[in-house]
């Protein structure tokens, strides 16, 4: 069976799009090798997507169009939860987790009082366990962050009022 590239590769591209999207990342590339003189680079980012092509074979279609990894906007802007009183944001780049371990219970709850200093969640950085404290005492109101999830410097993690 012959190799489709244009059909192929289109569906690549926005498989790479969903996964993009799906983990909140800002930018992906990933190269796909054919054959000897066979291959694709894509490296996509959160202002769409730039298909790189390597040296290959005479191309059988046209080169596939640029794909939004935008989600489509909406209706009505959302207000920014940054930017409400009590936020807690990441100190760090990492990987964000809710419970100490795998089965234990969260480290807090939406709707549990925390002390100023309680741990919050842990941020795990370069194989280091980070132990993120609560900047002030208050009700915990919003959970912005999932167990597991990556999070950048300054992005939200909660909310305590």
Known sequence: MTRNPVT??????????????S????EIEVGRE???DDSLTVRITRGGVAPVALPAPAPVAPAPQAISA??????APAPDPAEE??????????TAYLQ???????????G??????????????MKTMNQIPAPHAGTVKRILVEDAAPVEFGAPLMIIV
Do not use: W
């Open 70 to 75: 935008q989600p489509a906007p909406a209706s």
């Open 100 to 110: 100490p371990e795998p089965g234990a219970p969260p480290f807090v709850k939406v």
């Open 85 to 94: 009183a009590g936020m807690v944001t990441s100190p760090m780049v990492g």
């Open 8 to 21: 192929e590769d289109v569906e690549f591209i926005k498989a790479l799009a969903e996964v993009l999207r």
């Open 34 to 36: 054919y054959g000897k």
């Open 112 to 125: 549990d009082t925390v002390t100023e200093g309680q741990t919050l969640l842990i941020i795990e950085a």
């Open 23 to 26: 983990h909140d990342l800002s």
